[in-house]
Nanobody, 125 residues
Framework: QVQLVESGGGSVQAGGSLTLSCAAS????????MGWFRQAPGKEREGVAV????????VYADSVKGRFTVSPDNAKNTLYLQMNTLKPEDTAMYYC??????????????????WGQGTQVTVSS
């Protein structure tokens, strides 16, 4: 069974930085996309950043462009999300996901087959 394990969440002040990690294991094939999603209390889960595993093209939510960077370390089977200049509105549970059934809607969480358990990010003002 595929496993995705996130780590690196925590509490920071506005303007600070965090790096999230997603360790992937037990894949028997290369997923088409991997990405980061987040869900704040009372809100729907939303796409933050996704990367195509073949070629490395990326897509970011408008709200994080220029502040967040998604990157893989293929040797470690790990996906990272570098988050800079954090804002209180970035507070959410962050999830790693892999392999979507709908590459045209790759920023939508609906098509992703595999999910991690999430890591909490809290940004205080």
């Amino acid at each position: 069974q595929v496993q995705l394990v996130e780590s690196g969440g925590g509490s920071v002040q506005a303007g600070g930085s965090l790096t999230l990690s997603c360790a992937a294991s037990r894949f028997t094939y290369s997923p088409n996309y991997m990405g980061w999603f987040r869900q704040a209390p009372g809100k729907e889960r939303e796409g933050v950043a996704v990367i195509r595993t073949s070629g490395g093209s990326t897509v970011y939510a408008d709200s994080v462009k220029g502040r967040f960077t998604v990157s893989p370390d293929n040797a470690k089977n790990t996906l990272y999300l570098q988050m800079n200049t954090l804002k209180p509105e970035d507070t959410a549970m962050y999830y790693c996901a892999a392999d979507t059934d709908d590459s045209y809607r790759r920023m939508s969480p609906a098509g992703y087959k595999y999910w991690g358990q999430g890591t909490q990010v809290t940004v205080s003002s």
